[in-house]
């Protein structure tokens, strides 16, 4: 009789193997037919999601720190773009007012 490997994963237990002769095509809650993968150090199954993901604590704080990191990378994007806007804008109004209308009107216009 032939023997299948899954994987149990729910809250209560993240992750553990399971041998059965019942063989499996799909996942049904708690079982995965797809292996984590090895790099998980303590791997859980996001249902939502349909993934395996990291439930180590120390990873977790990794991945915190890797999002703060984006997040800077992010303002200081968000940043540029709006002194890019803020330049375009300058330059609109310096033009505008070239042609002789009241500057007042081009910034009212430009909001």
Known sequence: ???YNYYFSNDSVPFDTITTT???KENHYPIVV???DPSLKEPKYD???GTWIENAAESQGEKIHALQ???KRLQGIVAK???IAQS???LATLSLTKKGENTN???RRAL
């Open 105 to 107: 009107d081009v910034n």
């Open 34 to 36: 797809t292996q984590p």
């Open 47 to 49: 249902w939502a999601k």
């Open 1 to 3: 009789m032939q023997q």
């Open 81 to 83: 773009v709006d002194a």
């Open 22 to 24: 019942h063989e499996y």
């Open 69 to 71: 990191e984006e997040i």
């Open 88 to 90: 375009q804008k300058m």
